[in-house]
């Protein structure tokens, strides 16, 4: 009886270890492929960042070279010195972001709550009604938000263009806050409420902590937005004083130094990255467990 199974355990084992072969050959398949992607999206930043180093004239030679034959850091030097000063821009940037992540945080959170706990008339309804200006180009309604934002006084105003932003970020911002609260279970609430809590107690001391990576994937989102946003920026604002990172690099493309510095140009592009990426680094796991528990109801 032994000597006739034997021939089958070799078979099985046999067949297990090229599953196992084939198995690992696609995860080297895979991740050959995960390299090279990687290394075609990080490939403009590598050339942006070499191209910052050059001196100015090898920068803008014809035809261009990939790697500097000297470094320099003139081209930061001038972006800095560049107009108003960069950290003007810089500055009016960061402050846009943080107003945009403040209101982004304050309407949607509650709103998102609202709809995944309270049954009300209409609720589906006004939850189309939310997500509806994702199906309206917001460049159709600048002109008139301009005017209006003369009238009140908010052109060249950092929380005139925060309002912008806000209004662009916030239907996802709702949709995803409502899926990540729903992700929570009823009976947690509900074991609070037996405890003497109230509808706030519940929400801000049960329901808010479990919620914190799809908060923290809004604020990223808004602030990605809004540090990214061009039209509306140079829409609202025309002083030279209040204008944001975007604006102040299509200055610099468009000839302030006499020609295109393209040298000036990536040392800027390479400044206006730099948040982004240190932001996300930094907020990563909070970022892809937040968008995941958020996008899966």
Not at 174 to 187: A, D, I, K, W
Not at 200 to 215: D, E, N
Request: with cysteine; net charge positive; hydrophobic share 55%.
């Amino acid at each position: 009886m032994s000597e006739i199974a034997l021939p089958w355990r070799r078979s099985r084992a046999r067949t297990e270890t090229q599953a196992t072969e084939a198995g690992g050959a696609v995860r080297y398949l895979i991740g050959a492929i995960a390299v090279f992607i990687a290394a075609l999206m990080l490939a403009p930043i590598v050339l942006s960042f070499f191209a910052s180093i050059k001196t100015g004239a090898e920068a803008s030679s014809v035809p261009p070279t990939y790697l500097p034959h000297s470094l320099s850091l003139e081209n930061y030097f001038k972006i800095f010195d560049y107009q108003a000063g960069l950290m003007v821009y810089v500055g009016n940037s960061l402050a846009v972001a943080a107003f945009t992540i403040v209101f982004v945080i304050v309407l949607a959170v509650p709103a998102g709550y609202g709809l995944a706990r309270f049954n009300f008339r209409g609720k589906e309804i006004l939850f189309l009604l939310l997500l509806a200006p994702l199906m309206i180009p917001y460049q159709a309604l600048l002109t008139p938000l301009y005017l209006m934002f003369a009238k009140l006084g908010l052109a060249n105003s950092q929380v005139g263009l925060a309002v912008i932003h806000t209004i662009l970020q916030l239907p996802f911002s709702v949709y995803l806050m409502r899926n990540s609260f729903e992700g929570v279970p009823r009976e947690l609430e509900e074991a609070a409420v037996m405890d003497g809590s109230n509808s706030w107690q519940c929400f801000a001391r049960v329901a808010l902590p479990l919620v914190l990576p799809g908060i923290v994937t809004i604020a990223l989102f808004a602030f990605i937005t809004s540090w990214n946003e061009f039209l509306a920026a140079l829409i609202v604002m025309n002083k030279e004083t209040a204008f944001t990172m975007p604006v102040m690099l299509v200055g610099v493309r468009s000839g302030h130094f006499g020609a295109v510095d393209w040298g000036a140009l990536q040392a800027g592009i390479i400044v206006s990255i730099l948040p982004c990426i240190l932001i996300y680094v930094l907020l990563q796991k909070y970022y892809v467990s937040g968008l995941l528990s958020g996008a899966v109801k």
